[in-house]
């Protein structure tokens, strides 16, 4: 499946859209910030380290807050994304990252190598970069992830644009666990990979009409479908909680530590 470039240009255009999508994810029990999981997968000695696809600095924050010696560097190829962000930062592709051979202790790469065209390209610029011994860092979502919204989203989509139409949540399939460690495998000799699951228990369709507001970008519709989208979509989220106190659905995590 092709990534949808011009859908994913613009919904990074600016911090809004993530933030109401990572909001979601308050309602996890047990709590599981992702932040932690990659600061305890990292290495204890870091000299330069490269957040790719940084997005507004969840991560940077705490490893320069861990790391006060290094130079932790957010990347990102959406300028609306660093806005929020802290330098040292830059614009630039994962696929041609603008550093020499063998000069990063660390690269991250969290949640976002299924945006990338060729995602075979990005790794193989995170190994080029990397010392020798240096630490890929990656996370991504189980392929079953999320699957209840999901279905909500496809159906509230297709009710109005039809059975074929592009559903947002399809192009996380370019990269989750189900091919992850293939891309990965194919730079690196030592793939590890750690997993986190929680159940997410949110109270009222607020966050999950956030959530579908914040992929409209992805959606080939004008404002009045995409109007219709939101109808269809809190009227089947009306029915819901008229029957159950909250939407529960599974949420994992993924992480891989390569070397």
């Known amino acids: 499946m092709a990534v949808n470039i011009e859908g994913t240009k613009g919904n990074y255009a600016h911090v809004g859209n993530l933030k109401s999508r990572v909001s979601l994810y308050d309602y996890r ?9 990659a600061a305890d997968l990292l290495p204890a000695d ?3 380290v490269l957040d790719v696809g940084c997005g507004y600095g969840r991560y ?17 190829a959406a300028h609306g994304m660093l806005a929020e962000v802290d330098p040292p930062i830059m614009v630039a592709d994962a696929q041609a990252i603008p550093y020499p051979d063998g000069s990063v202790d660390a690269v991250l790469a969290m949640h976002m190598l299924y945006h990338v065209p060729d995602i075979a390209k990005a790794v193989g610029e995170f190994r080029r970069v990397l010392k020798p011994g240096g630490t890929l860092l990656v996370s991504t979502n189980t392929h079953d992830d999320m699957a ?34 293939a891309y990965l495998g194919a730079e690196f000799d030592s793939v590890e990979r750690f997993e986190e699951r929680g159940l997410v228990s ?5 966050p999950l009409m956030d959530y579908l507001v914040s992929v409209k970008s992805y959606v080939d519709c004008d404002d009045e479908a995409f109007g219709r989208i939101l109808d269809a979509a809190a009227a089947e989220l009306q029915a819901h ?19």
């Open 241 to 259: 909680f008229a029957a159950h106190d909250v939407f529960e659905f599974e949420k994992a995590l993924v992480f891989y530590r390569c070397k």
């Open 202 to 206: 949110v109270p009222d369709p607020g």
């Open 148 to 181: 209840e919204p999901y279905a909500l989203w496809a159906r509230a989509i297709r009710s109005v644009l039809g059975p074929d139409t592009f559903i947002p949540s399809a192009e996380v399939a370019n990269f989750d666990s189900a091919n992850a460690s």
């Open 29 to 37: 029990k047990p709590q599981i910030d992702p932040v932690d999981v």
């Open 46 to 48: 870091l000299g330069l």
């Open 60 to 76: 940077l924050k705490r490893l320069r807050a861990d790391h006060p010696s290094a130079a932790v560097v957010g990347i990102d």
